[in-house]
């Protein structure tokens, strides 16, 4: 089955500190990567839309260059948290969709936990 | 206003019988998918089940079931035989038509579904 692979899947970072979390859809390519972060026990929020080879689209309310993201090749998303507060700890989870299955469901990564101290 | 509702923030089954996790949608648009994941304490998202919006009959997989009311908007998940590995968090998602070759998915609230032995 399609497999996405998200790394790390822990972090522990210092405030004022970046972090980079890589998503990669390892036997599938994906134009489009969503990028989620979730509370505990709560939804998933859709933080914004990654586009292969073009600008993110960010969900409104969500800081674009708080969290950068890029979007390299078909198989590699990445997401950076920059200036990393005690509020942006969080789980944080990707996810991709194969481009040659219509109607395919969203694979995800198994998430990144991270906590900003 | 609310895509996706999940009324049921918790939920609990006895170990071998049948459970309804309900989910209710809102949409305007004629073409849609619905989709239902599980989400284990360890974060990853599992995918389950599917349902097309012009699908004649409901979507099964193995012992999960989407009993789908499309007058009423509804896509509720049944699960047959609970089994203790099936205590976890529910979501209900949709994505909506002109996404649909691959769109964001909107995430209900969550069920957490608890199996008693």
């Known amino acids: 089955g399609a497999v996405v692979s998200q790394h790390p899947s822990r972090v522990i970072c210092k405030s004022g500190t970046s972090v980079k979390i890589e998503c990669r859809s390892l036997d599938f390519q994906a134009t489009t990567m969503f990028w989620y972060r979730q509370f505990p026990k709560k939804s998933l929020m859709l933080m914004a839309t990654?586009?292969?080879?073009?600008?993110?689209?960010?969900e409104q309310g969500v800081e674009k260059d708080k969290f950068l993201i890029n979007h390299a090749s078909l198989t590699l998303s990445t997401l950076t948290v920059t200036s990393a507060h005690p509020e942006d700890s969080s789980f944080y989870i990707c996810?991709?969709?194969?481009?040659?299955?219509?109607?395919?469901?969203?694979?995800f990564g198994n998430g990144t936990r991270l906590t900003v101290t | 206003a609310q895509k996706i509702t999940q009324t049921q923030p918790g939920m609990f089954v006895q170990e071998k019988e049948a459970v309804t996790l309900d989910c209710t949608y809102d949409?305007?648009?004629?073409?849609?998918?619905l989709f239902w994941y599980k989400q284990p304490s360890s974060g990853e998202m599992i995918f389950l089940i599917y349902q097309g919006s012009y699908d004649q009959q409901n979507a099964t997989e193995g012992r999960y079931s989407l009993n789908f009311q499309k007058a009423r908007k509804s896509a509720n998940l049944v699960i047959s035989a609970s089994q203790l590995g099936d205590s976890a968090m529910y979501f209900c998602?949709?994505?909506?038509?002109?996404?649909?070759?691959?769109?964001?998915?909107?995430f209900g609230q969550g069920t957490e579904l608890s199996v008693k032995p």
């Open positions: 990654s586009n292969e080879g073009s600008k993110a689209t960010y």
């Open positions: 996810s991709a969709h194969d481009r040659f299955r219509y109607n395919s469901p969203l694979h």
């Open positions: 998602a949709m994505r909506e038509g002109s996404d649909n070759q691959g769109g964001k998915l909107i």
């Open positions: 949409t305007s648009d004629p073409s849609y998918g």
